[in-house]
Nanobody
Framework: QVQLVESGGGLVQAGGSLRLSCAAS????????MGWFRQAPGKEREFAAA????????YYADSVKGRFTISRDNAKNTVYLQMNSLKPEDTAVYYC??????????????????WGRGTLVTVSS
């Protein structure tokens, strides 16, 4: 059983930056694809970014490509999401996800094995 704990959310002005972290425990970290999903108020949870087991392959939603960067430190069992040039439409609860199988932009949320509780990101205009 993998436990995921997100941190780093908060309130930021449009154009600003935040870095989210997700600490994993209870499993072999390198054995999991890691991802970030987000859920805005009144909307369904959607894919934002994912990174392969060793960190060499990344996927991004079109809406965040070029502004967000996902990375992982397998020695620290942690995955990060650096978010730059934030926009009000990035406001959402951001969830960390882990799955032994590949996570991509087409992965359905119900197919993901493990989730964190989420961290709120609010971008003011």
């Amino acid at each position: 059983q993998v436990q995921l704990v997100e941190s780093g959310g908060g309130l930021v002005q449009a154009g600003g930056s935040l870095r989210l972290s997700c600490a994993a425990s209870g499993g072999t970290f390198i054995g999991y694809y890691m991802g970030w999903f987000r859920q805005a108020p009144g909307k369904e949870r959607e894919f934002a970014a994912a990174i392969s087991w060793g960190g060499r392959i990344t996927y991004y939603a079109d809406s965040v490509k070029g502004r967000f960067t996902i990375s992982r430190d397998n020695a620290k069992n942690t995955v990060y999401l650096q978010m730059n040039s934030l926009k009000p439409e990035d406001t959402a609860v951001y969830y960390c996800a882990a799955d032994p199988n590949v996570i991509t932009r087409t992965t359905m949320t119900k197919a993901v094995d493990y989730w964190g509780r989420g961290t709120l990101v609010t971008v003011s205009s």
